[in-house]
């Protein structure tokens, strides 16, 4: 008789955070500062959506800045979906990795990558990190690219869940996105005319509800 399977535990959050520290752990970014320290960021930022949204914004970078696998990935328990938006976000799986706008694009298509995507935007800048980075490279900023990637992630989520994001990881950036609305808003409001809601008339002083007018055979209600 044979022996029952051992069921795999279940590859969660708090799992995933604890890979990202380990895998990230001797890497820097651009500013020489601890690269863990990003990922953590961006997986912090998701905490308003599901477990495997949240799984991919801590995992975003492992098939990108170290040696892990699609396989390995599923090996340990991380859900096909995760896997997906991890291997979205990732530019050089990408048909022109090299085009970063193509590949932002392509972000766009998939509602949860681009979240995730947001969340990774939103911490790259930083307006502390923006400005270390000009200082560093003052003929070409890194960020400019972030920037123009901006306006087409926002564009591909309801505003609500951006604004989430923002609110957790860079709240400096929520009056950029309510600039972006304003100027997406076409509504003339200068000549908006007014038009009364279904079960009003109109009257000499404006519209009134139909239940305010007087019945037209008052006798038959006044016994």
């Known amino acids: 008789m044979s022996e029952p399977a051992i069921p795999q535990p279940r590859f969660t959050v708090e799992t995933a955070k604890i890979l990202a520290e380990v895998a990230h752990n001797r890497q ?4 020489k500062r601890p690269y863990k320290e990003h990922v953590l960021a961006v997986g912090d930022a998701l905490a308003d959506f599901d477990d495997d949204i949240r799984i991919a914004g801590y995992l975003h970078d492992v098939a990108e800045d170290t040696p892990m696998t699609r396989q390995a990935l599923l090996d340990m328990g991380v859900s096909g979906r995760a896997v997906d938006i991890i ?4 530019k050089r799986f990408h048909e022109t990795p090299d085009d970063y706008q193509a590949v932002i694009r392509s972000i766009a298509e998939d509602h949860d990558a681009t979240l995730v995507k947001i969340a990774d935007n939103a911490h790259n800048s930083l307006p502390e990190r923006v400005r270390a980075l000009a200082e560093k490279w003052p003929d070409k900023p890194p960020v400019t690219r972030y920037d123009e990637a901006r306006p087409v992630l926002y564009a591909a989520v309801p505003v609500e869940e951006t604004r ?10 929520l009056e ?27 009257t000499e002083s404006g519209a009134e509800p139909s239940w305010a007018v007087e019945p037209a055979d008052t006798e038959s209600h006044r016994n």
């Open 28 to 31: 820097k970014d651009k500013l």
């Open 87 to 90: 291997e979205r976000v990732t």
């Open 164 to 173: 989430k994001i923002l609110a957790r990881v860079n709240p400096w950036l």
């Open 176 to 202: 950029e996105l309510d600039d972006m609305l304003d100027e997406a808003d076409e509504t003339d409001y200068e000549n908006l005319s007014y038009e009364p809601a279904a079960g009003t008339v109109e």
